[in-house]
């Protein structure tokens, strides 16, 4: 695929990055683009996609997902110089079970203020050891 990539036809972030779809653009390169989001969950939250097309995670092309986590930390330096925040949470979601509601792969870049309202998704708690270790052993597979 070309680091200009390809598009699908019904695609809203593939709407953004053609530029059919409006969008407050912020940073663009060979292969991302970034904007702000349009329901920020804080001040500054924005969105950094790839311009090629994937769905998630797990589809995206090896150079299109680093392309797009060092546009996530470029964004996120020049948001520490023009907003000041405390700290950034990088988010994504795949699959609609983790919260995906856009299919065309992207990172949240959320930059976090003491006084924001956002709170941690789950409850830390201490976990069952053997489960984990159980976990473990099949993650680890052939390669354990
Ligand atoms: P997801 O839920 O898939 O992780 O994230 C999708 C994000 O896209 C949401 O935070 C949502 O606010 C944002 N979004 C949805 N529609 C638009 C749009 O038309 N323009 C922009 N800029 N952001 C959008
Ligand atoms: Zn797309």
């Known amino acids: 695929m070309s680091a200009s990539g390809e598009q699908a036809a019904d695609c809203l972030f593939?709407?953004?990055?053609?530029?059919?779809?409006?969008?407050?653009?912020?940073?663009?390169?060979?292969?991302?683009?970034?904007?702000?989001?349009?329901?920020?969950?804080?001040?500054?939250?924005?969105?950094?996609?790839?311009?090629?097309?994937?769905?998630?995670?797990?589809?995206?092309?090896?150079?299109?997902l680093e392309a797009t986590i060092l546009a996530a930390q470029r964004l996120a330096n020049r948001m520490r110089e023009v907003l000041s925040p405390a700290g950034f949470n990088i988010l994504n979601s795949t699959g609609e079970a983790a919260w995906q509601t856009v299919f065309h792969f992207h990172l949240h870049v959320v930059p976090r203020y003491p006084d924001d309202p956002l709170k941690l998704p789950w409850i830390p708690g201490s976990g069952e050891e053997a489960e984990i270790a159980a976990v473990a052993v099949r993650l680890r597979g052939r390669r354990g």
């Open 14 to 64: 593939c709407g953004i990055v053609s530029g059919s779809v409006p969008s407050q653009t912020v940073d663009s390169d060979e292969r991302t683009v970034a904007f702000m989001d349009i329901n920020p969950a804080t001040r500054g939250h924005a969105l950094v996609v790839p311009r090629a097309h994937s769905r998630d995670l797990t589809d995206i092309a090896p150079e299109d």
